[in-house]
Nanobody
Framework: QVQLVESGGGLMQAGGSLRLSCTAS????????MGWFRQSPGKEREFVAS????????IYADSVKGRFTISRDYGKNMVYLQMNSLKPEDTAVYYC????????????????WGQGTQVTVSS
């Protein structure tokens, strides 16, 4: 059974940093893209960042570009999200995701999803 478990969320003041971690189990994702999404109350889930199977070609949402960095550890089957210069608008539940196969979509059929970790940024 595939599981993605996020950790590292919490409460932080604006301008601070947090590092989210996601541990995958049940299969390896060395040939799959992995990513982070977030959802705020009353809003749809939105893309934050993704990283390709080779560890290259990271993609970021404009809202986090220059502040967040995604990385992965193939040996540990993990993906990370380093979040710097946090803003109150970064407050959300952050979800880790991994594509089922190359070319699949970031949706319920095309990707695995974690349960999420809450990030709250106070002003």
């Amino acid at each position: 059974q595939v599981q993605l478990v996020e950790s590292g969320g919490g409460l932080m003041q604006a301008g601070g940093s947090l590092r989210l971690s996601c541990t995958a189990s049940g299969r390896t994702f060395s040939s799959s893209a992995m990513g982070w999404f977030r959802q705020s109350p009353g809003k749809e889930r939105e893309f934050v960042a993704s990283i390709g199977w080779s560890g290259t070609s990271p993609i970021y949402a404009d809202s986090v570009k220059g502040r967040f960095t995604i990385s992965r550890d193939y040996g540990k089957n993990m993906v990370y999200l380093q979040m710097n210069s946090l803003k109150p608008e970064d407050t959300a539940v952050y979800y880790c995701s991994a594509k089922v196969r190359v070319g699949s979509k970031w949706d319920l059929n095309g990707a695995y999803w974690g349960q999420g970790t809450q990030v709250t940024v106070s002003s």
